[in-house]
């Protein structure tokens, strides 16, 4: 159980063009998922935090209006990325926190962006 | 901010050995959690310490855990070449269910 996918799992997209990226949760309910974006040979760096019916969270020097960040119902989010550029490039992985378990964090498998 | 650092960096040892890597953190947690990735793939879980806690253990898996000096050890005994990945620690503090992940140890067990 405890199983976080991610959609797609790479995708390559011209410059100015925009990419949507699915976090789901399969077999539990998330009100809070969390964005990481990670570059190679570096650690996770939190993008924002997602919280099921209202706005999402920033962290500082994250652009809100180009990370645009959905969280629709309790097993989906979405990052979409607008008007990407090649330095948008890297991994971005979603984790979900399982609601009433605040310990409990699940990782999607990440999904690989490449702009060229 | 990144608040975790964890040392070595990268760690290259023989198989049957046993690894042990570092962490440190700055601000009060409540609890820390082990992490491993295989390249360019997901994260797994590997165990949770709280700060009450001192020493757990999850089959070849020791963790430690010393809040007055604000870090945590890993160690994997008899070592794999399967644990080939990077390790990274990530802290909650004590404020929220965010993580703050340290900048990981890449390990490199040799057959």
């Known amino acids: 159980g405890a199983v976080v996918s991610q959609h797609p799992s790479w995708v390559i997209c011209k410059s100015g063009t925009s990419v949507k990226i699915e976090c789901r949760s399969l077999?539990?309910?998330?009100?809070?998922m969390f964005w990481y974006r990670q570059f190679p040979k570096q650690s996770l760096m939190l993008m924002a935090t997602?919280?099921?019916?209202?706005?999402?969270?920033?962290e500082q020097g994250v652009e809100k209006d180009k990370f645009l960040i959905n969280h629709a119902s309790l097993t989906l989010s979405t990052l979409t990325v607008t008007s990407a550029h090649p330095e948008d490039s890297s991994f971005y992985i979603c984790?979900?926190?399982?609601?009433?378990?605040?310990?409990?964090?699940?990782f999607g498998p990440g999904t690989r962006l490449t702009v060229t | 901010s990144q608040q975790g650092e964890e040392d070595p960096q990268a760690l290259s040892i023989q198989e049957g050995e046993n690894a042990t890597m570092n962490c440190s953190y700055k601000?009060?947690?409540?609890?820390l959690q082990w992490y491993r990735q295989n390249s360019g793939r997901g994260l797994v879980h590997l165990i949770l310490?709280?700060?009450?806690?001192r020493e757990k253990h999850s089959g070849r898996l020791r963790v430690t855990l010393d809040t007055s000096k604000k870090s945590s050890s890993l160690l994997i005994t008899a070592s794999r070449a399967a644990d080939t990945a990077s390790y990274f620690c990530?802290?909650?503090?004590?404020?929220?269910?965010?993580?703050?992940f340290g900048e990981g140890t890449q390990l490199t067990v040799n057959p």
């Open positions: 984790s979900a926190e399982r609601t009433g378990y605040s310990y409990e964090q699940y």
């Open positions: 077999d539990f309910q998330a009100t809070t």
């Open positions: 997602s919280n099921e019916g209202s706005k999402a969270t920033y």
């Open positions: 601000t009060s947690i409540n609890n």
């Open positions: 310490i709280r700060s009450n806690e």
């Open positions: 990530a802290t909650e503090q004590t404020s929220g269910s965010r993580l703050t």
